[in-house]
């Protein structure tokens, strides 16, 4: 299948389109910029230098990928996104490159959905099947795991991580960690229930969920120090994968500072 450019378009002599690639009316692809087979850009997208995007995705009108990181320190150098298969960009959707502060990529997985006006910003990486909500904003350097859903218009603080099948209820502020299979919510944001409905709608087992609400009212309903509720949930929650998981994010979460566990690399 040939690509097709519509004559309003302007793609540099510098990208590279793979066959099947089609570019709307009004759309602009730079220098630097690879675009996979399948992919589509409706109109008045555009794609800046430095890009690599996988197959299959779909971009909606007014999208800008791979615009300079909004960081002071940031200085014209060689960095990138990189995004995957099968994702759905709406109107409006930006993502910037990455700084030098990490590994120079800011990545997007597949299978992803992105409603209108969502911004992911330098340094960000989101996993697989993750749904983003209109409006909302993720800062610099944050991570989102698979499966998590964010609702409208929230706020995620730089270098945040969002552990997966997470759920965050619409405009929630997010400034600490968010714990795997939970549902947070509020301003701040806190961890007010287990996701349920994610977490049945992807299949776990009732077992499996049941040992997550226990570990959640020890973890964040009882008062107790983390340690005394990690020693009352290996102790007293019937063991499984889900449960470890939550811990381990958990003790990720305590090495960082300000209830980031990644925020020790902003120092580094």
Known sequence: ???HVDPT?????????????????????????????GTRLLNHVTIMGNVRIGSDNVFFPNCVIGGDPQDLGYRDEPTWVVIGD?????????????????????????GNFLMSMVHIAHDCHVGNKVIIANGTQI???????????????VGVHQWATIGRFAFVGAMSRIR?????????????????????????????ERQEILGLCEAHRILFRKGLAYEQAKLEIQSTV?????????LEFMEHTRTGAKGRGREGRRAA
């Open 139 to 153: 800062s610099g350097h944050a991570h989102i795991q698979d499966s998590v859903v964010l609702s409208g218009m």
């Open 1 to 3: 299948m040939a690509v």
């Open 9 to 37: 378009a302007v793609v540099d002599p510098k990208a590279a389109l793979d066959d099947g690639v089609s570019i709307g009316p009004y759309c602009v692809v730079g220098p630097g910029a690879f675009i996979a087979s």
């Open 176 to 204: 600490t960690d968010v714990a795997p299979f939970m549902f947070y919510e509020g301003f701040p944001a806190e961890p007010r229930k287990v996701n349920l409905v994610g977490l049945r709608r992807n299949g776990f």
């Open 86 to 110: 099968r994702n759905t960009f709406r109107e409006g959707c930006t993502v910037h490159r990455a700084t030098t502060k990490e590994l120079g990529i800011t990545r997007i997985g597949s």
């Open 238 to 246: 019937p063991p499984s994968k889900l449960t470890s998981e939550l």
